[in-house]
T-cell receptor, first 112, second 110 residues
Framework: GAGVSQSPSNKVTEKGKDVELRCDPI?????LYWYRQSLGQGLEFLIY????????KSGLPSDRFSAERTGGSVSTLTIQRTQQEDSAVYLC??????????FGPGTRLTVL | GQSLEQPSEVTAVEGAIVQINCTYQ??????LSWYQQHDGGAPTFLSY????GLEETGRFSSFLSRSDSYGYLLLQELQMKDSASYFC???????????FGQGTELSVKP
């Protein structure tokens, strides 16, 4: 497919467990973003990767959150010791230009 | 702090025109974007304003006034499929990071 893909689409986990969320951006897009969206709310910026530059981690809510991008393509967002307030839809977006970001379908995370 | 204000809900009838306003207060400003999100779907890009004035794309137009820290999205000839949430977002740095408003839920009635 030509769009941004994310996996898994749904993830249910127990409080205290670690989770990994994956994002495959559009081929050739150098910029990759992670956002979080709670029910009925706007999108909250988490982290941004641009090429080989150091990522902008200014939106990560705590040190339990981390992300990496390997080979300038696939990205993984890791949440350690999950808490119930981490429950949300995690959205990934990529961009090859300046203004438009292309979003994936998201991963719905539920922490019990 | 950084904030974007937009109405939480708007209702209109099919065929009408609706305007969704957005005011912003951010530490940096590199343009105002609008995204549409249908229930359970991914946000999709609608428009971008980097300079003052009106941008038109089909039935949708977007306006920006940087001096007023204000913009709006104008939807004309409303259709039922336009029922969705609409988000304004500010690019607050050269890196493209977006700060989003809380969204406006538009309901189009027959």
């Amino acid at each position: 497919g030509a769009g941004v893909s994310q996996s898994p689409s749904n993830k249910v986990t127990e409080k205290g467990k670690d989770v990994e969320l994956r994002c495959d951006p559009i081929s050739g897009h150098t910029a990759l973003y992670w956002y979080r969206q709670s029910l009925g709310q706007g999108l909250e910026f988490l982290i941004y990767f641009q090429g080989n530059s150091a990522p902008d981690k200014s939106g990560l809510p705590s040190d339990r959150f981390s992300a990496e991008r390997t080979g300038g393509s696939v990205s993984t967002l890791t949440i350690q010791r999950t808490q119930q307030e981490d429950s949300a839809v995690y959205l990934c977006a990529s961009s090859g230009g300046y203004h438009e970001q292309f979003f994936g379908p998201g991963t719905r995370l539920t922490v019990l | 702090g950084q904030s974007l204000e937009q109405p939480s809900e708007v209702t209109a009838v099919e065929g009408a025109i609706v305007q969704i306003n957005c005011t912003y207060q951010t530490s940096g400003f590199y343009g105002l974007s609008w995204y549409q999100q249908h229930d359970g779907g991914a946000p999709t890009f609608l428009s971008y304003n980097g300079l003052d004035g009106l941008e038109e794309t089909g039935r949708f137009s977007s306006f920006l006034s940087r001096s007023d820290s204000y913009g709006y999205l104008l939807l004309q000839e409303l259709q039922m499929k336009d029922s969705a949430s609409y988000f304004c977002a500010v690019r607050d740095g050269q890196g493209g990071k977006l700060i989003f408003g809380q969204g406006t839920e538009l309901s189009v009635k027959p």
